[in-house]
């Protein structure tokens, strides 16, 4: 009966709608003309009832064409519905309903053919069963010749900067019913684990998905042997990175998939994977391809697209109009990032997600980037980062739901890379950026100093996106080529804001005698790049006098971290020393506020080759868990205090967990490897 009921109401409102799109074109066109609202909602009723009846044979028909035929081809039919629904209404209702060009008609069919893939849209978010018939029935039926195994696959599914407190806060309000369903019913358990430093997602991923993250400083930072800025979510950073760190025996190996993360696991099947971006075609880039080749989805999505713009540009008005603090301004370019990461990237996860299990991989770890994108610009326990989470949750339904129809048992198992903390910048607070403080403190010499803060992330990720989708047709290459104009290099789509300039920019102009700045969240690395091998405090001292004890007695800053010729790594603070090597404060000790294990991660830090001659750590105040980033984010992670070094795991009982402590991406990735391994030997779930 429900069903029913939703179906009628469907049906209304789409026919309302469309009566109404006809008033308002008769209104605002003098071609068209409805000469009563009886007219113009028989004329809606007529198009809404055609389209229902057409549209499997539209989906039918579109299916078996390029994708980018799919729109052109609802639309040809949607042409030809209105001219039957104007001959019906004109039956009926002689001279009610009139359409007097080609042009007019045109403009008809276009205005309907949105209206319809809106309101789809918006109809098709809760529509499980819908997105079933479309979605998961056809790819079963694709796949239904995969040998069945007994033994059961995992997913590994990482919400992309999702600290433990905010997912326990998101499950009690209500947010996440199908996760605290998972822990109430004793089927999962949630465990804690501590990042490295950085925290932030290619230091955690190199460590989970390969086993090592050394020499990974920061999301950024300034190579001084290569004279080159790096910036991990970058492709030719990302693979250098990769052959450096990987022993060929990954998380994935040997056959399973990495889905949309930095680096690959050694798995041979990957897609939006930036270490392997142009590797060869492999199965779930034929995945990725069925995605757009799918008209209910390319439809699904471009509504929800749409949407969401709409909504992140009223929830950003709804921030100022209530004052919300602290916040950052939120630009017409960010809601696309937005709206690309929380509608086309998750709908294409969850595409590819199910097409992997349908198809019986045995392991895949993909990364969900929404709510990363959307708390570092709303906050991270706000309403607008919780809706995220709960578009997440209804993800996972869908996969444990589709998972029944899978060739073999299927682990679900959620985590996250790392959290994120919140509070108002550092600019925000202090009237100045990093870069500029450094600027004031070594004013005397003739340096000068540069601040290289990297794009949104989010547009890395759509660059990667795109340049997967546009792998299959070098036509649509070349046409996208000319769209983009010149926003490619070396092949990729490299999307960024108007005006940024990206690393390999910066590292031109750099030049002798110049600082480079550079912010990871409330990490931030200060360089001399003119200078061939890292500065101690030694030589820093007498070159800059003012510029170490300038730093250390500001405000904003908890620490520095640099190196002594004579002591090895100090932890400077406004009101004592942390000697690293030895173990020890003089003075009030900086690091006491950020936990037991923050002098080892600031030591391994520093024995780094690539680290930066000075290391800063912004305001962290342990009663709020506020922090002040470096750059222009309400939510940010990098450095340590508060949330952003609370990442969590939360996985099937049946799969072994160490009794310990999880304290740095490696260890994790020892007990995820452990749990493929197991995973492959499971002949049933309980």
Not at 111 to 140: C, E, H, I, K, N
Not at 148 to 158: C, N, P, S, V
Request: proline fraction near 5%.
């Amino acid at each position: 009966m429900n069903r029913v009921i939703q179906w009628i109401l469907w049906f209304l409102v789409f026919a309302l709608t469309q009566g109404l799109l006809l008033v308002l074109l008769a209104w605002l066109v003098p071609g068209i003309q409805v000469h009563s609202f009886a007219a113009a909602v028989l004329g809606g009723v007529i198009i809404t009832l055609v389209l229902g009846l057409a549209w499997r044979l539209i989906y039918w028909s579109a299916a078996r064409l390029h994708p980018i035929l799919f729109p052109l081809l609802t639309f040809f039919l949607t042409g030809i519905v209105i001219i039957l629904a104007v001959n019906l209404v004109d039956l009926l209702y002689p001279g009610a309903l009139e359409i007097s060009g080609l042009w007019d008609a045109i403009l008809v069919a276009l205005v309907v053919t949105l209206g319809m893939t809106f309101l789809g849209a918006l109809f098709s978010l809760q529509d499980d069963r819908g997105y079933d018939w479309f979605v998961t029935q056809p790819l079963s039926r694709r796949y239904n010749q995969t040998p069945h195994a007994a033994q059961a696959g995992i997913l590994f599914l990482e919400i992309d900067g999702l600290a433990e407190p905010v997912l326990r806060s998101a499950m009690d309000q209500g947010w996440m019913p199908t996760l605290k369903r998972w822990l109430e019913g004793g089927t999962h358990q949630i465990k804690g684990w501590e990042p490295d430093l950085s925290s932030q997602t290619s230091a955690s991923q190199a460590g989970i998905l390969l086993g090592n993250n050394a020499e990974i400083p920061a999301f950024r930072w300034y190579d001084k042997q290569q004279q080159k800025l790096m910036v991990s979510s970058k492709v030719a950073t990302a693979r250098a990175l990769e052959q450096q760190l990987s022993n060929g025996h990954g998380l994935l190996t040997p056959d399973g998939g990495s889905r949309w993360n930095v680096f690959s696991g050694d798995a041979p099947d990957c897609l939006g994977t930036y270490s392997k971006m142009g590797a060869r075609t492999s199965r779930g880039q034929q995945s990725y391809f069925l995605y757009f080749s799918n008209p209910y989805s390319v439809a699904r999505t471009f509504g929800l697209f749409i949407v969401d713009i709409v909504r992140e540009r009223y929830q950003a008005w709804q921030q100022r109009r209530q004052d919300v603090q602290p916040r950052i301004h939120r630009t017409f370019k960010y809601a696309l990032v937005r709206a690309g990461t929380t509608v086309f990237l998750q709908e294409a996860s969850l595409f590819m997600l199910l097409a992997d299990m349908l198809r019986g991989m045995p392991a895949v770890y993909t990364t969900l980037f929404a709510y990363d994108e959307v708390a570092h610009h709303s906050g991270i326990m706000r309403p607008d980062a919780f809706k995220v989470l709960k578009k997440l949750d209804h993800l996972f339904a869908q996969l444990e739901r589709a998972s029944q129809r899978a060739p073999r048992p299927y682990h679900l198992v959620v985590l996250s890379d790392h959290g994120q903390s919140q509070g108002a910048t550092f600019t925000q607070r202090y009237g100045q950026s990093l870069g500029q403080l450094v600027e004031q403190l070594v004013a005397q010499s003739t340096l000068r100093v540069a601040g290289a803060l990297d794009p949104d992330e989010g547009w890395d990720s759509l660059s990667t996106a795109l340049t997967e989708a546009l792998r299959k047709d070098s036509r649509t290459m070349r046409l996208v080529r000319r769209a983009l104009r010149g926003q490619m290099h070396d092949g990729q789509v490299a999307l960024s804001p108007q005006g940024e300039a990206t690393e390999e920019q910066i590292s031109q102009k750099l030049s002798g005698g110049q600082v480079l700045v550079l912010a990871s969240g409330n990490l931030g690395l200060i360089s001399f790049t003119d200078d061939p091998a890292r500065l101690t405090y030694e030589q820093l001292s007498h070159r800059f006098p003012g510029l170490l004890l300038g730093l250390s007695q500001h405000e904003g800053i908890s620490f520095l971290l640099v190196h002594s010729e004579t002591e090895g790594g100090l932890v400077l603070g406004a009101k004592g020393i942390y000697y690293l090597e030895q173990g020890y404060a003089v003075g009030e000790n900086p690091l006491a506020p950020f936990g037991s294990s923050a002098a080892a991660h600031l030591k391994r830090t520093d024995g780094f080759s690539n680290a930066p001659d000075i290391l800063v750590m912004s305001l962290y105040r342990p009663e709020t868990g506020e922090v002040a980033a470096f750059e222009e984010l309400v939510g940010c992670h990098g450095g340590l205090g508060g949330p952003q070094t609370h990442p969590f795991v939360l996985y099937p009982v049946v799969l072994p967990m160490d009794p310990g402590p999880i304290v740095g991406a490696a260890a994790l990735h020892t007990q995820l490897k452990t749990w493929v391994r197991t995973s492959s030997k499971q002949s049933k779930l309980p």
